[in-house]
């Protein structure tokens, strides 16, 4: 079942999808030590069902392109994107031939992040995703 947990009642809700147990601890560990709000799902599915319970909250989605039998990471934020438009997306995979592209990426306002990739990497690409642009 999905976990979560809060660590600043004020901070942006990110929902992590990885269908890899300790690769979703990580993210999620580094994440809340930023002081972001976390949820998270290790599969589409269960994805779902924590955006049905909470998803008026959620203000950014990670997720992982390859999860185990149901939609992709793709689909999934597609799904959740036409739900609520302003999500914000990031993207992950260890695949080098993902079918990403700029222009969806761009289509979306997503980004994208290789595995493997430094904590860093992490961290700077959720900041960018969650910062307003300036006007």
């Not at 600043?8 to 999620?28: G, K, P, S």
């Not at 390859?66 to 990031?90: E, H, M, W, Y």
């Not at 993207?91 to 079918?99: C, E, I």
């Amino acid at each position: 079942m999905s976990d979560t947990r809060i660590i600043n009642a004020n901070a942006e809700t990110i929902l992590v999808v990885e269908d890899e147990v300790l690769l979703r601890e990580i993210e999620c560990s580094i994440l809340e030590s930023c002081g972001y709000r976390v949820l998270e799902a290790e599969s589409s599915s269960k994805a779902l069902d924590v955006w049905n319970q909470q998803g008026e909250k959620i203000d950014l989605l990670l997720t992982d392109m390859v999860l185990p039998p149901g939609i992709s990471g793709l689909d999934l934020a597609k799904r959740l994107r036409d739900r609520q438009p302003r999500l914000k997306v990031i993207f992950t995979t260890g695949k080098v031939d993902h079918n990403l592209d700029d222009a969806t990426l761009e289509q979306m306002n997503a980004r994208f992040l290789q595995k493997p990739y430094q904590h860093n990497d992490l961290v700077q690409l959720v900041d960018d995703a969650l910062t307003p642009a300036a006007a």
